[in-house]
Structures are given as structure tokens and as C-alpha cells.
Nanobody
Framework: QVQVVESGGGEVQAGGSLRLSCAAS????????MGWYRQAPGKQRELVAR???????NYADSVKGRFTISRDNAKNTVYLQMNSLKPEDTGVYYC?????????WGQGTQVTVSS
């Protein structure tokens, strides 16, 4: 069984910063990619940032230059540093861990940015 647990969400004013953490544990034989997705009310879940096993990164255009994804392989943990937050960044942020065979989602953490 695999557990994926996010933390670090909360409420912040526009222009502020938050740091999200996601720790994976359990029967993880080999993690490939780890990433962050978000879902705003009434919208589909979208990719925010993803870090591949080889170190490659992908960011949504809307967060480039403001968000930074990083990973601690020894701890099976991925982080998302979010700076210069905007109200449109509001949503539930989900962590996803991809192995060679399956992807595992966390339960999500709420991020609310007030104007």
C-alpha cells in the first residue's frame, strides 16, 4: 500500500508565499516522477509542476517564474515553493507520485489566496 500525504496549504494574501510538501511512503519500488496538480472550483484538475526522475521539470505557463518544484529523493518528498501568489492560484493542490506501473494521488491541500 502506498500513502501520499500533502501539507502546507493555507490562506495567504495576494503577493504572499506558501510552501507545499508531499511525502510518499509504503510499497514504493521505484518512483519516476512527482508532481503537483490543482483544481479550482468548477474547473478541471490541471498540472502545476512536475519533476521527472531524470530531473526534467514542467511548469504550467501561469506559474513559471513564481513557483519552484524540488525533490528530496532520500525522503521520497517533493516540495512546491509558491511565491507572488495570485487569487487565481486558489484551489485544491494535489500531489501525484508516478512509478513505472501506477500513479498515486494524495488527498489534496487547500490553498486560498485573497485579494
Amino acid at each position: 500500500q502506498v500513502q501520499v500525504v500533502e501539507s502546507g496549504g493555507g490562506e495567504v494574501q495576494a503577493g504572499g508565499s506558501l510552501r507545499l510538501s508531499c511525502a510518499a511512503s509504503g510499497r514504493l519500488f521505484s518512483i519516476d516522477a512527482m508532481g503537483w496538480y490543482r483544481q479550482a472550483p468548477g474547473k478541471q484538475r490541471e498540472l502545476v509542476a512536475r519533476l521527472g526522475g531524470g530531473g526534467s521539470t514542467n511548469y504550467a505557463d501561469s506559474v513559471k517564474g513564481r513557483f519552484t518544484i524540488s525533490r528530496d529523493n532520500a525522503k521520497n518528498t517533493v516540495y512546491l515553493q509558491m511565491n507572488s501568489l495570485k487569487p487565481e492560484d486558489t484551489g485544491v493542490y494535489y500531489c501525484k507520485v508516478d512509478t513505472a506501473f501506477l500513479g498515486y494521488w494524495g488527498q489534496g491541500t487547500q490553498v486560498t489566496v485573497s485579494s
